[in-house]
Nanobody, 122 residues
């Protein structure tokens, strides 16, 4: 069982920055691939940044160049650094984990955190 807890959300003005954290159960990163997702009111959940088994990071086109994901294996924490925030980045942000089978992370996202709210005002 994997437990994920997000934090770091808040309200910022356009152009500001936030860093989200996702504290994971110990050793999660050795067996699971991680990702950040978001869901705005009335919209479907979308992938923001996902990490593949070979370490490749895929960013949504809308956040490329502004958001950076990183892993801290010592602290078992996933981060999402968000810079140059825009009002359209307003959403509930979730981290998620899916099993890595020998580096193959093509399965479904099995575990989700409770989310942290990000609100960007113009």
């Amino acid at each position: 069982q994997v437990h994920l807890v997000e934090s770091g959300g808040g309200s910022v003005q356009s152009g500001g920055s936030l860093r989200l954290s996702c504290a994971a159960s110990r050793y999660t990163f050795s067996s699971y691939c991680m990702g950040w997702f978001r869901q705005a009111p009335g919209k479907e959940r979308e992938g923001v940044a996902t990490i593949e088994g070979d370490g490749t990071i895929n960013y949504a086109d809308s956040v490329k160049g502004r958001f950076t994901v990183s892993l801290d294996y010592v602290k078992d924490t996933l981060y999402l650094q968000m810079n140059s925030l825009k009002p359209e980045d307003t959403a509930m942000y979730y981290c998620a984990a899916r099993l890595s089978r020998g580096g193959d992370c093509s399965g479904s996202w099995q575990y989700w955190g409770q989310g942290t709210q990000v609100t960007v005002s113009s």
